[in-house]
């Protein structure tokens, strides 16, 4: 079921929500979503070597925008797959997309979007999308059918 969901999204982390993760509402906060989306956009930055360039020659991803929907609350103690994809690549941006699966609803708990803009950190300014970078996303966008999975499981929690 979970393959189904995200068979299409190059890069899946697994997570564990935490019993911090939650609210006054008794259950997790809105912007937590936010943060498990930035798990997996982390990971696919790191598969396609930005964070590397942007250490390395202060040019790197920046977000210009981010959005979120709901679909099912999520509540401890459950365990995540959240997938990123890219969608569309342009001269200076990438617009990402996330999907947020939740073992406890054995369904999708969330979508989300994000647009990243390529950034020189030195200058202050925005830049072209780097070659090395664009050809790095089409080739893990064209083998999206494997998807690599990354876990994170919280000490207080069992898988």
């Known amino acids: 079921m979970f393959d189904a969901l995200l068979q299409s999204y190059p890069v899946v982390v697994e997570w564990d929500v935490a019993w911090g993760d939650m609210d006054a509402y008794g259950h997790v906060n809105n912007v937590v979503y936010f943060r498990y989306f930035?798990?997996?956009r982390i990971a696919y930055l790191e598969r396609i070597g930005w964070l590397k360039l942007k250490e390395e020659r202060g040019l790197g991803p920046i977000v210009a925008s981010t959005s979120a929907r709901y679909r099912k609350a999520l509540v401890y103690p459950d365990h995540l797959w959240i997938g990123a994809k890219a969608v569309e690549v342009l001269s200076d941006r990438v617009r990402f997309v996330y999907r947020l699966v939740s073992r406890k609803h054995q369904a999708l708990a969330a979508e989300g979007e994000v647009v990243v803009v390529s950034y020189d950190y030195h200058r202050g300014e925005?830049?072209?999308i780097p070659e090395a970078i664009r050809a790095a996303i089409a080739a893990l966008e064209a083998g999206s059918t494997t998807a690599e999975h990354?876990?994170?499981a919280s000490p207080s929690t069992e898988p």
């Open 38 to 40: 930035e798990q997996a």
């Open 126 to 128: 925005k830049v072209p």
């Open 150 to 152: 990354q876990s994170r």
